[in-house]
């Protein structure tokens, strides 16, 4: 098969971990016998600094053009660190998100056997974790009517949502539980938000169509205490983008490390797979950063385009990996560790 796909590197330790995703797509491609066509383009700071805009007229041709796009991170400090600042790497993020219609941010969460106990978690809590939390990606309060009033001393972001923006996200997740466990919790804060009660309405209502599916709802502080007490009681969860936000960075915790978990972020015709990483960027350059996040989104990719083996070829080597301790330093814990490079160089001679 013949595969056209955007590379997005970005910032910070972007293009290191994405150098080593690339090495294993190849070794995969060689390996089932696919043409794997890499279309780079600038996003992020990177863009800002070559165009002055964070996601390009060029980099959105290309992306809308591809059959995936693979992304590394972006961020840079000076940014972070200038509030006055009119252009921001993350302002590309929100954009592409926006132009490519990616509504649906699908974040596994699970436990990798050989770490179980590198998680700050109690083994028995955590052990057998296996969930997927579904955050909506293009509404909600990071989209809605923002300013100042008052002379700047008073600020308001709005949190607004349609219903046909619910009912997509809603429709992912009753999906991916058809396939799964057959449970769905929606997250949400009803007893205060009407946006909330809005999502409660029309998720109960679609609760029709899928008569198997067994449904729970839950306030959002209730989820994220549950979420460390018992993550195992959860399934498929589908919530809006602000508290999808939170709990997916809460969640990562549970495998042990931000540097393992991948991502992808659905949309109609194209999709982006990436690490839920940032871009580190005190780590760029050093050849220090933990790759396997970026290489198993690369897995979400395969398995999205129905090849199933190849993507289970790349968790095989992953888990291999770990179990034989050929990791960085992030995860060798004064053992010997071996550089980002190294890592994508053994994952690909393993495949």
């Avoid at 460390?228 to 919530?239: M, N």
Wanted: with cysteine.
């Amino acid at each position: 098969m013949k595969l056209n796909i955007a590379l997005l590197a970005g910032d910070g330790i972007g293009p290191e971990v994405i150098d080593q995703a690339v090495k294993v797509c190849d070794a995969i491609a060689k390996k089932y016998d696919h043409n794997i066509s890499w279309k780079p383009a600038l996003t992020g700071a990177a863009a800002i600094d070559a165009v002055g805009e964070p996601y390009p007229d060029e980099t959105h041709e290309i992306c809308a053009n591809a059959d995936a796009v693979l992304f590394g991170a972006i961020g840079h400090p000076r940014f972070d660190n200038d509030p006055s600042a009119k252009v921001r790497p993350e302002q590309g993020l929100l954009k592409m998100r926006q132009k490519l219609g990616l509504f649906a941010n699908v974040r596994p969460t699970f436990t990798f056997p050989s770490l179980i106990d590198k998680s700050p978690l109690k083994r028995d809590r955590i052990e057998g974790t296996d969930l997927i939390i579904l955050r909506e990606l293009t509404g909600g309060i990071y989209f809605g009517e923002r300013g100042r009033k008052d002379d700047g001393n008073t600020a308001f972001d709005t949190m607004t949502y349609q219903r046909f923006e619910i009912e997509r996200l809603a429709k992912k997740g009753f999906e991916f539980a058809m396939k799964r466990s057959k449970k769905l919790c929606c997250v949400d804060k009803a007893n205060v938000l009407e946006s909330s009660r809005l999502w409660r309405e029309t998720v109960q209502a679609m609760e029709k169509q899928y008569p198997e599916v067994e449904v729970s709802y839950e306030f959002i502080d209730a989820v994220a205490m549950r979420l460390i007490q018992w993550p195992k009681g959860y399934d498929v969860i589908i919530t809006a983008n602000l508290f999808g936000d939170i709990l997916t960075d809460e969640a990562s915790v549970i495998a042990g490390s931000m540097g393992l978990m991948p991502s992808s972020s659905v949309g109609s015709k194209v999709s982006l797979y990436e690490p839920i990483h940032g871009s580190y960027p005190q780590a760029a350059g050093k050849d220090i950063a933990n790759p396997l996040a970026t290489v198993l989104s690369a897995a979400m990719l395969f398995e999205d385009m129905n090849m199933t083996n190849e993507a289970e070829e790349i968790r095989r080597v992953v888990n291999k990996s770990l179990a034989e301790g050929y990791v960085t330093e992030d995860l060798a814990e004064g053992g010997k560790s071996y550089k980002t490079s190294e890592v994508g160089d053994w994952l690909a001679s393993n495949i």
